[in-house]
């Protein structure tokens, strides 16, 4: 798969140079005609949830940087169709936002697994036509996304795991180094 869509992963080139980007692994929410929108599943936040959100103390659920846009929202992906309300399924049962006091009330009162939702904060995203381009430019590679890749990999192997399931030639770039000059 070399283009963007809906529920794809978009990883990084091993060599970009973006700091907001460097060997980031992005979840494309939403893709269409208007413009693309996405949240980097790799790259930890320095405060945890509790820290940014009254009322959650005692939870120090970790929380990612989605992106560059937007920093001061609060996006969250999660396996809970059911039981948040307002959320939008992506696909079997990962979806996207919801009722936030939902939420809350879900991670406080402990019934839901919170291994089975991710905290972003700000997001990825792209105008019209632009996220095209720089995959026309090899700035990022796509592939399908997998529930695993997102719940499951410790973050720092997002990258490394996202790359291996691509397969083939593509195996050989996850030992890159991120600057080859300092090689």
């Known amino acids: 798969m070399n283009s963007a869509r809906e529920n ?3 990883i990084a080139d091993p060599f ?11 979840f494309l929410c939403s893709h269409n005609e208007e413009g693309s929108f996405g949240l980097a599943l790799n790259k ?6 509790d820290q940014l959100i009254p009322g959650l103390a005692s939870f120090a659920l970790p929380v990612f940087v989605g992106g560059p846009v937007g920093l001061d929202t609060i996006h969250f992906l999660h396996q809970y169709p059911e039981l948040i309300p307002d959320s939008q399924t992506l696909f079997d049962d990962l979806c996207w936002g919801g009722d936030f006091e939902k ?3 879900l991670v406080i009162s402990k019934t839901i697994d919170i291994n089975k939702i991710k905290f972003f904060i ?9 996220l095209e381009k720089e995959i026309e430019e090899k700035t990022w590679l796509t592939c399908s996304a997998k529930r695993s890749l997102i719940f499951e990999i410790p973050p720092e192997n997002i990258w490394k795991q996202s790359v291996l399931e691509l397969g083939g030639e593509y195996e050989q770039i996850i030992n890159y180094p991120i600057d080859p000059q300092l090689n």
């Not at 973006?18 to 060997?23: A, G, H, P, Q, S």
């Not at 930890?44 to 949830?49: A, G, L, M």
């Not at 700000?122 to 632009?130: A, K, L, M, P, V």
């Open 16 to 26: 970009l140079k973006d700091e907001n980007f460097v060997r980031s692994v992005i």
């Open 103 to 105: 939420i809350k009330e």
């Open 44 to 49: 930890k936040f320095e405060y945890t949830i």
């Open 122 to 130: 700000g997001y990825s995203g792209w105008s019209e036509g632009q």
């Open 8 to 10: 794809s992963l978009l």
